[in-house]
């Protein structure tokens, strides 16, 4: 059983940054996990923003690239997304996943609005 819980979404102004995160709790090895984050808009599909694998090879979706960063701690169970130059586009639900499984988090909505 794994619970995944994100935070560090709110309300940040054109051009802002924020950071996520979200902590996993699992009696599993965190470390053999690859990890994503996703958004989804009301209405429309998840789309994924980011991922980094269990040998930290990252990827991300065409919108993050140069913009967004995601980063794993393992031994703190985390895996984190720093979104910096945020648009308004951006506003979202976020979420984090254990990438191949249907585990994910509750979300954590990040509204970027002047």
């Known amino acids: 059983q794994v619970r995944l819980v994100e935070s560090g979404g709110g309300v940040v102004q054109p051009g802002g940054s924020v950071r996520l995160s979200c902590s996993a709790s699992t009696e599993s090895q965190f470390n053999f996990f690859d990890m994503g984050w996703y958004r989804q808009a009301s209405g429309l599909k998840r789309e994924l923003v980011a991922s980094?694998?269990?040998?930290?090879?990252?990827d991300y979706g065409y919108f993050a690239k140069g913009r967004f960063t995601i980063s794993r701690d393992n031994t703190k169970n985390t895996v984190d997304l720093q979104m910096n130059a945020l648009e308004p586009e951006d506003s979202d639900v976020y979420y984090c996943r254990i990438i191949g499984t249907e585990s994910w988090g509750q979300g954590t909505r990040v509204t970027v609005s002047s």
């Open positions: 980094i694998s269990h040998l930290h090879i990252t």
